[in-house]
C-alpha cells in the first residue's frame, strides 16, 4: 500500500511537469537563456561550417524569432523547414550548422507540447554533438533541450543523465576561455539548467541531489 502511495504521488508530480503551468514558468526563462546562449556559442574548437545559402539562413531566422516569441505554432513550422534541409547536409559537415537546427527544432516542439517528437529531435541533436566537433555550450544545449523533452515527456531518469551532462558540459564551457568573455551568458544557462534539474530530481525523490543543484544555482 505505501509502494502504491509513492506511486501515486510521483505519477502526479510528472503529470504536474507535464502540466501547462509547470512549462511557461520554466520554458519562459530556459528557452530564452537556450536562445542567448546559442547566439553567443563559440566554436573556436570547431571547424567553421562550410558556406550556408541565404534561404537557409531566412528560415533559421524565422525559426529562432518564433521561438524567441513563444509562438508555438508558427515556430513548429518554421522549425521544421530548418530541420529538413540541416537533413540535406553531408553528416560528416555542417556540424554546428546541423546541432543548432535541431536543437530549436526540439525546443518549439517543446514549446507545442510535442513531447515524443521533442525527443527525436533531440535524439538527431545529441547525435551530431557525438560526432566530436561542437564546442561546450553547443553540446550542452543539445543535451539539455533533449532532457527537457524527456522530463515533459515524464522520462524522469532519461531527463536526469542528459540534464547532467548538459551540466557538465556548460561548467566545461564556463571554463574555457570563450566562457571568461560570456561568463554572464553561459552562468545564466547553467543556472537554468540548473533549476529545473532540482526540479526533476524532486519529482524523483531525490530530496538531497535537488537541493544540491538548487544550492549550486543561487550562487550563479
Given at each position: 500500500?505505501?509502494?502504491?502511495?509513492?506511486?501515486?504521488?510521483?505519477?502526479?508530480?510528472?503529470?504536474?511537469?507535464k502540466a501547462g503551468h509547470f512549462i511557461s514558468a520554466f520554458l519562459i526563462v530556459a528557452c530564452h537563456n537556450l536562445l542567448h546562449a546559442q547566439d553567443v556559442t563559440v566554436t573556436a574548437k570547431a571547424p567553421p561550417d562550410e558556406s550556408i545559402s541565404q534561404s537557409?539562413?531566412?528560415?533559421?531566422?524565422?525559426?529562432?524569432?518564433?521561438?524567441?516569441?513563444?509562438?508555438?505554432?508558427?515556430?513548429?513550422?518554421?522549425?521544421?523547414?530548418?530541420?529538413?534541409?540541416?537533413?540535406?547536409?553531408?553528416?560528416?559537415?555542417?556540424?554546428?550548422?546541423?546541432?543548432?537546427?535541431?536543437?530549436?527544432?526540439?525546443?518549439?516542439?517543446?514549446?507545442?507540447?510535442?513531447?515524443?517528437?521533442?525527443?527525436?529531435?533531440?535524439?538527431?541533436?545529441?547525435?551530431?554533438?557525438?560526432?566530436?566537433?561542437?564546442?561546450?555550450?553547443?553540446?550542452?544545449?543539445?543535451?539539455?533541450?533533449?532532457?527537457?523533452?524527456?522530463?515533459?515527456?515524464?522520462?524522469?531518469?532519461?531527463?536526469?543523465?542528459?540534464?547532467?551532462?548538459?551540466?557538465?558540459?556548460?561548467?566545461?564551457?564556463?571554463?574555457?576561455?570563450?566562457?571568461?568573455?560570456?561568463?554572464?551568458?553561459?552562468?545564466?544557462?547553467?543556472?537554468?539548467?540548473?533549476?529545473?534539474?532540482?526540479?526533476?530530481?524532486?519529482?524523483?525523490?531525490?530530496?538531497?541531489?535537488?537541493?544540491?543543484?538548487?544550492?549550486?544555482?543561487?550562487?550563479?
Open positions: 500500500m505505501e509502494h502504491e502511495d509513492r506511486r501515486s504521488i510521483l505519477q502526479s508530480k510528472i503529470e504536474s511537469m537557409f539562413t531566412a528560415l533559421d531566422r524565422e525559426c529562432r524569432n518564433s521561438v524567441s516569441k513563444h509562438d508555438p505554432a508558427n515556430a513548429v513550422i518554421a522549425c521544421k523547414k530548418v530541420a529538413d534541409e540541416a537533413d540535406k547536409y553531408d553528416p560528416k559537415t555542417h556540424f554546428i550548422t546541423r546541432r543548432g537546427a535541431y536543437v530549436f527544432y526540439t525546443t518549439s516542439l517543446i514549446q507545442a507540447q510535442k513531447f515524443q517528437d521533442a525527443i527525436q529531435a533531440g535524439d538527431k541533436a545529441v547525435a551530431v554533438v557525438q560526432l566530436g566537433h561542437d564546442d561546450a555550450s553547443g553540446s550542452s544545449a543539445a543535451y539539455g533541450v533533449r532532457g527537457q523533452a524527456e522530463a515533459f515527456a515524464g522520462d524522469l531518469a532519461s531527463a536526469d543523465r542528459d540534464l547532467e551532462k548538459a551540466e557538465d558540459y556548460e561548467r566545461d564551457g564556463l571554463n574555457s576561455p570563450a566562457g571568461h568573455e560570456l561568463s554572464f551568458e553561459y552562468s545564466r544557462t547553467l543556472k537554468g539548467l540548473l533549476m529545473f534539474h532540482a526540479q526533476v530530481l524532486t519529482a524523483m525523490g531525490k530530496q538531497e541531489a535537488a537541493a544540491k543543484r538548487s544550492a549550486e544555482a543561487a550562487k550563479l
